[in-house]
């Protein structure tokens, strides 16, 4: 199999192949950031996390999975190729990236960049699909500073493209009063960040995957803002009351298992030391060992 549209990189995710003939995980980065609008640098995120993941222990203790790539079925197959000024040429190279990659019945895992990567990866799929998004914002505005496709706006064209039911939006915090109102209007599914804190995440966990129906396939997409910046703070938007990581992670072990589909964005790693990237590598990786073991690929004991 060859994925047309993409560059290898030479330091890969977990130190995975770039073929992914015989891959189940297919990684993937989108190094763009052009409609950021507060703090820029998210096209810097994928290699930063790639850096961090050679780090990561490969054996995961939870779930009694080793992510080594020589026991898991991943390949890296490298950057989606675009014009880093034009919004509209990566959306189209994403959308045909992540057609290619499904068509062969593998997951992709996409490593931005800013969060506008996550409407090129819906329109690829089938328009059943489920979108969980964790995210401090609901990135539901019509427009922002005249544009219509941009982070600030990117769930607002996935539910007109999908509709309201399709999105479930998890950790928000930080909305305009103009968002709230078009949320409730539309009945779209969220849990802000104090939801989760009074009931707790697992009870949390529990009622969004009763939310979703059972059949059609989950996406799960991670704005890393959704964490506080105490945890995660090289994020473009910080936003203050956010989640703990084992916050995260209890809803994220719950909700894995469904999902055909995983993103994480928004990670700018000029303003921090590392940490946040080391973070979204600890993510990626959870979410590969709960996926290993419900596909039943799982090599273990190291
Ligand atoms: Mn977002
Ligand atoms: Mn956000």
Redesign the pocket.
């Known amino acids: 199999m060859t994925v047309q549209g993409v560059t290898p990189v030479v330091n890969t995710f977990f130190g995975a192949p770039i073929e992914p003939s015989s891959a189940t995980f297919v990684f993937t980065g989108v190094p763009y950031d052009n409609t950021s609008t507060y703090r820029r640098g998210s096209k810097q995120g994928p290699a930063a996390i790639r850096a961090a993941s050679q780090h990561i222990e490969s054996y995961c203790l939870q779930e009694n999975v080793n992510i080594d790539a020589s026991k898991l079925p991943i390949a890296d197959i490298g950057d989606i190729t675009f014009d880093s000024e034009s919004v509209e040429s990566m959306l189209k190279a994403v959308e045909s990236v992540v057609a290619q990659i499904t068509q062969e019945d593998k997951v992709p895992i996409l490593i931005g960049g800013e ?1 506008t990567l996550t409407l090129a990866a819906v329109r690829s799929l089938p328009r059943d699909i489920v979108l969980m998004q964790f ?1 401090a ?1 609901m ?1 539901l505005r019509d427009r922002f500073q005249d544009k219509e496709f941009s ?1 600030a706006c ?1 769930q607002r064209r996935i539910i007109e493209y999908l509709g309201p039911d399709h999105l479930i939006q998890i950790g928000v915090r930080a909305v305009t009063q103009e968002e709230y109102e078009y949320a409730k209007n539309q009945n779209i599914t969220f849990y802000t960040s104090d939801d989760i804190r009074k009931a707790g995440a697992a009870t949390i966990a529990q009622q969004i995957n009763d939310a979703i129906p059972p059949g059609p396939p989950v996406y799960i997409a991670i ?1 890393m ?1 959704v964490l506080d910046p105490a945890y995660a703070p090289a994020v473009g938007n910080p936003e203050a009351g956010g989640l703990t990581i084992p916050e995260l992670l209890t809803i994220l072990r719950v909700i894995t298992p469904r999902a055909a589909i995983f993103d994480v ?2 990670v700018a790693p000029q303003y921090d030391q590392g940490i946040t990237a080391i973070t979204a590598a600890r993510i990626i990786t959870t979410f590969l060992c709960i996926q290993a073991n419900r596909r039943s690929l799982v090599p273990t004991n190291g």
């Open positions: 969060h995210d914002h990135d982070h990117v704005d803002d964005t928004e």
